[in-house]
């Protein structure tokens, strides 16, 4: 949660990031939707601490992974409802140490 909580303020302070959105699930699952004026400064954010130091980590604390990238046409931040239809749509599941059954499955698990 804290590593969460440093990335999200992370991007929020970015140049070029239009917003960023959070959500807990079940669990200790967390979910980040974030966007960008260009990939490139989407990659600087990437690379970047916090967020670059935390992500090694990930394959560990963590039994699902996935990320996903698509283009908007408006500065407006989507919602909830586009960012889990564009993941479920065009996701790539992370490597991680410990995978949930739906990650064995290769099934993106959104709940």
Known sequence: MIHASRSQK?????????????????????????????????????????HRATMPKLPAWCDEAVTTHWT??????????????????????LRVKYPSGSQKSGVINVD
């Open 72 to 93: 908007i046409e408006t500065k407006q931040l989507p919602d909830w409802q586009v960012g889990t239809a564009k993941l479920l749509e065009g996701g790539r599941l």
């Open 10 to 50: 992370q991007a929020m302070a970015a140049p070029g990031c239009f917003g960023v959105r959070t959500r807990k699930t079940r669990g200790l699952a967390f979910w980040t939707l974030t966007a960008w004026e260009s990939e490139a400064q989407l990659r600087a954010f990437l690379s970047s601490d916090p």
